[in-house]
């Protein structure tokens, strides 16, 4: 076939994407360079596997995975955001999954790619992202007593407790 | 032999500059016998054989791996041997952020050592949370240990974990014996929740 | 385990084969603060589970409530070993958000700034992975160099290790002659040590055989788990960021990447060693493209920004624009475009990125970094599986496994 002398181009991408999964993935934008798109979070582990199995497109590293907090988008507040790389290509892409803040699950991708244990342990530890299926889902970095999401927006960054700043000092009196 | 110098405008040797006295203690000096307090000879051997534990965490434990190497040598000042076993060290260097996980574990590691035992809190996070006035730092290592000394600095260079440490054999050699037993002493560990 | 040499317990009893054996926060072994609860059967390790997370300090959310050039000091202490390649990696990630363009000068300075980190970071790495077979001398030895290397950061930006190099568009003053002298002599005197280092450790039969064929894995198994930077390299996969996707005109520079092939700990040493030549080869290279610029281009040290750069302050006194520019810069008012981006440099570890997440307000609406350290060390059950203890101490020293990264 001809696509596979020619590189691999954000167009291509889009192209095959849509042809496989019609109007379920949207949101296409490219700002700086990498093309960005969502989908429903019910498709999350179909889109991932679409993209490392598909000869053409050959996704078969995943950078990053992390998660953002937009409260003020009523059902869509937890978004978890993956990066892929494709080495050979050298192409990178974004994947965003949304979720809501009350019922926040998704499904795991650790089935497909080792590195996002811990990435998604580290979701779950800031934000409370429920990562239904993954092996071992507890807290990573904060104390596992923590009864919080610390980094969603609602929740300040200082501790309220210390007593020795004193907070009209830094203008946050 | 390599001659390392990294000064470009070198300053020539000269070793009747260099040489400085020790100050001895007061006392009674004799022909073959010098009469002092019992607290300042323990106090000086002490205070050059110190064996310190350091606790290192973040940036600053890298700035004590340079000042325990060839360049700013700690081990001039006699502590040579760095144990890393509570049981066996004098003085806990702690080095770096504490975060409120790490507290717990920090506390028992002040609890193993043994009497009489100093503490040096090298750098701003672990004198008083430094740049991070988060969540999750706890906002100096004296809300849970006791303290002697304190290091600013992030991290401080060298000298001043240096100048710290003269700070704390100043503190070990006028030491008097029966503070460890008495009862001010006894107060500042129960403030701690220490027995 | 089966095999005879173990007494088999009766059935139902609450003893383990195994015992469990806590390395802890605190081990001189576990450079930086990360625990391993291993299980082991004698000497070899069964299975570990690790905790990280001892010094967290909630760098994403610390980001969130400050300005981007505010953000540099806290970069600063992901890899604290290399703090410069943080710096850098950043003040880019600013350049590419803000579209800004730098001149050639300064990219090249950063080049020999980056390289010179570069080779701070493996020198720790390769002399620690030395003290912990044994060989505390190496040690010693580069630690001079190092403190050369601190010298020459603390002519150009004053600090030694935390170093908050540079600006958004540039460095905050020209580099003095004092530092070029430096490293000139750097550079001449340096590649002796490091021979004598390789000497010491490259062919001596100790330590090849404390570690090769120990902490190995394969090429794909690297991938999945997310492996970049040397240990990546050390596999067999030549991925390296300065390579794929250049940053601050690396492309103009001509060097090798160096490849392993079983991934072992030996191998990721000699990865290590075979780039700190090839950063010394690049820093040669950049030192002679600086010297190329004369007259009134030697002077130039940082493009034209005005909302992100302060304005000298002989303008801030006598003229009015760099009075409001300086206004606003410190009181924090500049407001940053809307947008998003994902920009990575080659840092110590591997691939260090950078995900800045704008929504037009004068800080970042969300920042997260992707830390090398914190995903490949997920791999260390698999890489020590089988193994004796003692070379389950030298793989988690060969990972070059900094907390700072881990943990952020």
């Known amino acids: 076939m001809i696509e596979s002398t020619m590189a691999l181009t954000n167009e291509h991408i889009q192209q095959k994407l849509v042809k496989k999964f019609a109007e379920q993935v949207y949101g296409f934008s490219t700002d700086s360079g990498i093309l960005s798109f969502e989908s429903s979070k019910e498709l999350n582990l179909k889109v991932l596997q679409f993209l490392y199995d598909e000869p053409s497109l050959g996704f078969t590293f995943l950078t990053d995975l992390c998660g953002v907090n937009y409260p003020q988008q009523p059902g869509a507040e937890l978004v978890v955001v993956y990066h892929l790389h494709n080495f050979s290509e050298n192409i990178r892409i974004r994947y965003s999954v949304a979720t809501n803040v009350a019922e926040p699950q998704i499904f795991t991708a650790t089935k497909l790619f080792e590195s996002a244990n811990w990435m998604e342990r580290e979701t779950y530890d800031f934000f409370g992202v429920n990562f239904v299926g993954h092996p071992n889902l507890k807290r990573i970095l904060n104390v596992d007593e923590m009864d919080y999401f610390p980094l969603r927006k609602e929740f300040p960054l200082e501790d309220q407790t210390r007593i020795d700043k004193d907070d009209e000092m830094f203008g946050r009196g | 032999m390599r001659p390392v110098r990294f000064n470009i405008h070198p300053k020539e040797a000269n070793i009747n500059e260099a040489i400085s006295m020790g100050k001895a203690p007061d006392g009674v000096p004799g022909d073959g016998f010098f009469a002092t307090q019992l607290s300042s000879v323990v106090g000086l051997a002490r205070k050059n054989s110190l064996w310190p534990l350091p606790f290192a965490t973040s940036c600053c434990g890298i700035e004590f791996m340079a000042t325990m190497a060839s360049h700013y040598d700690l081990s001039r000042f006699g502590s040579e041997r760095v144990g890393f076993s509570p049981r066996q060290c004098d003085l806990l260097m702690v080095m770096g952020t504490i975060a409120k996980k790490m507290a717990p574990v920090l506390r028992q590691v002040y609890l193993q050592m043994a009497e009489p035992r100093w503490v040096i809190a090298v750098g701003a996070c672990a004198s008083s949370g430094g740049i991070f006035d988060t969540y999750s730092v706890l906002q100096g290592i004296d809300q849970v240990i006791p303290v002697d000394v304190y290091v600013p600095g992030c991290p401080p260079r060298p000298e001043a974990i240096i100048d710290g440490f003269m700070k704390i054999q100043d503190l070990v050699g006028q030491e008097s014996i029966r503070r460890r037993n008495s009862d001010k002493y006894r107060d500042l560990l129960n403030s701690y929740g220490i027995q | ?408």
């Open chain 3, 1 to 408: 385990m089966e095999d005879q040499n173990h007494i088999a317990l009766p059935k139902g009893s609450i003893e383990k084969a195994t015992t469990t054996l806590n390395i802890g926060p605190t081990h001189p072994a576990t450079h930086g603060v990360f625990q391993n609860i291993m299980e082991v059967d004698g000497e070899r390790v069964v299975s570990t589970e690790q905790t990280v997370g001892y010094i967290h300090r909630a760098f994403e959310k610390l980001a969130e409530r400050r300005p981007l050039y505010q953000i540099t000091p806290i970069t600063d202490r992901l890899n604290y070993c290399s703090s410069p390649i943080n710096n850098m990696g950043w003040h880019i990630t600013c350049e590419r958000f803000l579209k800004i363009e730098l001149p050639k000068r300064v990219d090249y300075l950063r080049v020999i700034i980056m390289e010179l980190a570069r080779i701070s970071d493996h020198l720790i790495c390769n002399s620690i992975v030395g003290v912990d077979t044994g060989a505390y001398t190496g040690f010693l030895y580069v630690m001079q160099y190092r403190e050369l290397i601190y010298e020459i950061y603390e002519e150009v930006c004053g600090s030694r290790l935390t170093t908050n190099i540079g600006r958004i568009g540039g460095f905050e003053r020209n580099f003095t002659n004092t530092a070029f002298t430096k490293l000139e002599k750097f550079l001449n005197e340096y590649p002796k040590v490091l021979r004598e280092f390789e000497n010491l450790f490259t062919r001596n039969r100790i330590f090849m055989e404390r570690t090769q064929g120990s902490g190995g894995i394969s090429a794909e198994r690297a991938m999945n788990y997310g492996f970049t930077g040397p240990n990546l390299r050390a596999t067999g996969v030549d991925y390296d960021v300065r390579v794929q996707q250049p940053y601050s005109s690396y492309q103009d520079f001509d060097f090798k990447v160096p490849v392993g092939t079983t991934g072992d700990n030996y191998d990721r040493f000699l990865v290590r060693n075979a780039e700190m030549w090839e950063s010394l080869s690049i820093i040669r290279q950049a030192f002679e493209k600086v010297q190329s610029f004369k007259g009134a281009d030697a002077e130039v040290f940082h493009a034209y920004v005005p909302e992100y750069y302060l304005p000298k302050k002989e303008d801030v006194y006598t003229k009015m624009e760099a009075l409001i520019w300086h206004f606003k810069i410190i009181m924090g008012e500049i407001e940053l475009p809307k947008g998003q981006i994902y920009s990575a440099v080659e840092g110590g570890n591997g691939e260090l990125g950078f995900y800045l997440i704008s929504d037009g307000g004068r800080t970042p609406f969300r920042l997260h970094f992707r830390r090398p350290c914190f995903i490949y060390y997920q791999a260390f059950e698999e890489l020590i599986k089988g193994g004796m203890l003692s070379d389950a101490v030298v793989t988690m020293s060969s990972l070059n496994l900094i907390a700072g990264e881990l943990d952020a």
